[in-house]
């Protein structure tokens, strides 16, 4: 494949930033600070939301499985449909609980997002 002197250029300018060292700019500053405040709400979102659904699907198993038997249980129905029901309220209000952590994150960095966000668009 042969390339013309620009597009040589160009990839070798793209290499070579790699290897540079680069300063923190003000709008990386910007995104470090938009992660923090995201992280803990998706961290939570995430942790929380797999665990419900692995009780949900441990009520669904010993609603529609023999397993129950396994942990001594004659009836494993009733206790599957609870443990399931505990599962699926807990996946609901993962997402309520979810905003309500994002929300009082953006309250607490409001002010230091947007004054860092206006001195960049200002500059």
């Known amino acids: 494949m042969i390339m013309n002197k620009n597009d040589q250029q ?8 790699q290897y540079m060292e680069q300063q923190p700019s003000e709008l990386d500053a910007l995104r470090a600070l938009d992660a ?3 992280r803990p709400a998706n961290v939570f979102a995430y942790v929380f939301g797999s665990i419900s659904a692995i009780i949900m699907g441990a009520g669904m198993s010993l609603t529609m499985t023999d397993i129950g038997t396994t942990f001594g249980l004659e009836n494993a129905m009733i206790p599957g449909i609870v443990i399931g029901i505990v599962g699926m309220v807990m996946a609901i209000a993962n997402y309520p609980v979810y905003k309500n952590i994002l929300a009082s994150r953006k309250k ?3 002010d230091q997002i947007l004054a860092l966000s206006e001195k960049i668009m200002n500059k």
Do not use: G, L
């Not at 160009?10 to 930033?17: H, P, Y």
């Open 36 to 38: 923090e405040v995201k």
């Open 10 to 17: 160009f990839i070798a300018q793209k290499i070579r930033t």
């Open 108 to 110: 607490k960095y409001a």
